[in-house]
């Protein structure tokens, strides 16, 4: 009988557990680099078709189109959970950006030696001065409702993995924004996986 209804219980368990380990990071954000989770080799085009998956809910009520440009070959070491709780958190803010409709680009690529780099880009007005100097600054916001700690947080997640999010506005041409996560791969002389 919970076969008709089992992908949502998973989906279900996996928001529980983003939800715990949200808790988890707040009350121990003081020493973060003793609470580093189980790192593993992620494929970052998974995770983000993953994350994608779980915010399905909230797609199905925009005009938003999404563009998936998967090239990286290397993977991420990363805490699989931890990543998708980045991810979930950049993508729910690219919906929140455009209202209206729009496009949602996610691309993967192999960067720098020993890293691979994951970049979210959205079509709208971009980033103000202000904003984008302070963005990854706790309890900055530009919504009515945000806390201003979902940027915050992702930006201490990726850093105790060494790696970093960057944040600029588009300059190929089109209006919008993009925010980048640059993780490490499993080695820096690695040809990819």
């Known amino acids: 009988k919970a076969r008709p209804v089992q992908a949502e219980l998973k989906l279900i368990d996996a928001q529980i557990e983003r939800m715990r380990l949200i808790v988890t990071q707040l009350l121990q954000f003081a020493r973060p680099t003793e609470y580093a989770g189980y790192v593993e080799a992620v494929d970052t085009a998974r995770a983000i078709d993953d994350s994608l998956v779980l915010v399905q809910h909230l797609l199905s009520r925009t005009h938003i189109e999404i563009v998936r440009d998967f090239q990286a070959k290397r993977s991420a070491q990363i805490n699989r959970q931890e990543l ?10 690219a919906i929140q950006v455009m209202p209206e409709g729009g496009t949602l680009r996610l691309a993967t690529r192999d960067a720098a030696p020993g890293q691979v780099a994951i970049h979210i880009e959205v079509t709208g007005p971009g980033f103000s001065t202000d904003v984008e100097r302070d963005l990854f600054q706790a309890f900055v916001t530009t919504k009515k409702e945000g806390t201003g700690l979902g940027l915050w947080i992702s930006r201490n997640l990726v850093e105790r993995y060494g790696g970093d999010i960057s944040a600029r506005n588009r300059d190929d041409g089109v209006a919008g924004a993009m925010l980048t996560v640059q993780l490490p791969t499993e080695s820096a002389d690695s040809p990819g996986v």
């Open 84 to 93: 998708q709780q980045v991810l979930i958190n950049l993508i729910v803010n």
